[in-house]
Nanobody, 123 residues
């Protein structure tokens, strides 16, 4: 199983970025997917999640209205569109896969993890 995150980079505050996570080795359409992030010196935190069929999404309060999670089962890929970025969004972003029709906001309840992609927002 491999979850390959990509799309991170340096962006100015107020800008936008889309990170992607391509999955292999799993039947992607049967997994709920999540994004988490870990800022320097902080614990890994939930960002967003999407159900196996894309019918339900959930966001952390800190990103609600600015970030959008989506999935493309034909490409085995989950996306996180990040708009109106703030310096406090700077972190390594990780995708995760959960073998369930429902998602969770706790990282330990996911089965597989990607390696992370760094997003840096400058002020």
């Amino acid at each position: 199983v491999q979850l390959q995150a990509s799309g991170g980079g340096l962006v100015q505050a107020g800008g936008a970025l889309r990170v992607s996570c391509a999955a292999s080795g799993i039947t992607f359409s049967t997994y709920s997917m999540g994004w988490f992030r870990q800022a320097p010196g902080k614990e890994r935190a939930f960002v967003a999640a999407i159900s196996w069929d894309g019918g339900s999404t959930y966001y952390a309060d800190s990103v609600k209205g600015r970030f959008t999670i989506s999935r493309d089962d034909a490409k085995n890929t989950v996306y996180l569109q990040m708009d109106s970025l703030k310096p406090e969004d700077t972190a390594v972003y990780y995708c995760a896969a959960r073998r369930s029709t429902t998602f969770r906001t706790t990282w330990s309840e996911y089965n597989y993890w990607g390696q992370g992609t760094l997003v840096t927002v400058s002020s």
